[in-house]
Every structure is written in C-alpha cells, then in structure tokens.
C-alpha cells in the first residue's frame, strides 16, 4: 500500500455541516467527504484490492467507490486531515493478514489448581450447618 499515491487519488467534496453551530455552520462549508476508488488504485496491488472488497464489501458503494465523511472539526482543513487519516486506517487495518491462531494445551498446574479450588469450594458448603438446633 502506497499512502502518497492512494492520497494523490481520493476525491474530495466539502459540503455544508449540520448540528450546533450557529450562523456560522449556516454560511461555511465545513464538512468533507473523501470518495477512493479501490479497483482503480495505482497505490494498491491486486491481492490488496481482493482483500480490500471483501472486507470492505458493507461499505463500498456502486461496488468499488469508498466513501468517508468527517465533521467533528469547525475547519474544512482539520475534517480533511481527520477524514484522509481515517481512510488510512481503514486501508491499513483491512489489508492486514491476521495472524493463524495456534492452539495450546492448558498447562496441568492450571488444571490442577481448579480442581483444588473447587475441593476447597465442596468443602465449605458441605461444612455448612444447614440445621437450627
């Protein structure tokens, strides 16, 4: 994954925010949606855009087009870093390969000290005096 090239291609609108403001949010437009395309990024290789449109598959619209929208921020700039830095940790975390999970064996102390404890646990309610003399 290439981060300058796949930033050279995004898309970029601004459009008008909505919620608290004031006159402001009325007349400014804040609000930044960034559009990638994953089929024709140059800054991904091909098993990196089969991963990408499975993983990614709920979010894609019109099959290939990757839409973000950010809003948290009063400028247009501080949206436009915050939405890019999260197109970018999407890509990242849905390219990763997870690792295979290697099954283990419950080492015999653990085994060993859960059946001690629940001896210990019989015990106590066994010794209980249920009877009121």
């Known amino acids: 994954m290439n981060k300058e090239i796949i930033i050279k291609e995004l898309i970029i609108k601004t459009s008008r925010s909505g919620g608290a403001g004031g ?41 290939s087009l990757l839409r973000i929208v950010s809003q948290e921020s009063r400028s247009q700039l501080g949206n436009k870093e915050d939405a890019i830095k999260k197109l970018l940790v999407l890509l990242g975390n849905s390219i990763k390969i997870p690792k295979k999970r290697k099954p283990t064996k419950v080492p015999y102390s653990k085994i060993q000290k859960r059946l001690s404890d629940k001896k210990k646990k019989s015990d106590v309610k066994a010794n209980r005096n249920w009877k009121s003399d």
Do not use: A, W
Not at 25 to 51: A, C, I, P, W
């Open 23 to 63: 006159q402001h949010v009325n007349k400014t437009e804040t609000k930044v949606e960034v559009f990638f395309d994953v089929y024709q990024s140059m800054g991904l290789s091909t098993e990196e855009k089969k991963r990408l449109s499975v993983k990614l598959q709920s979010k894609l619209i019109k099959g």
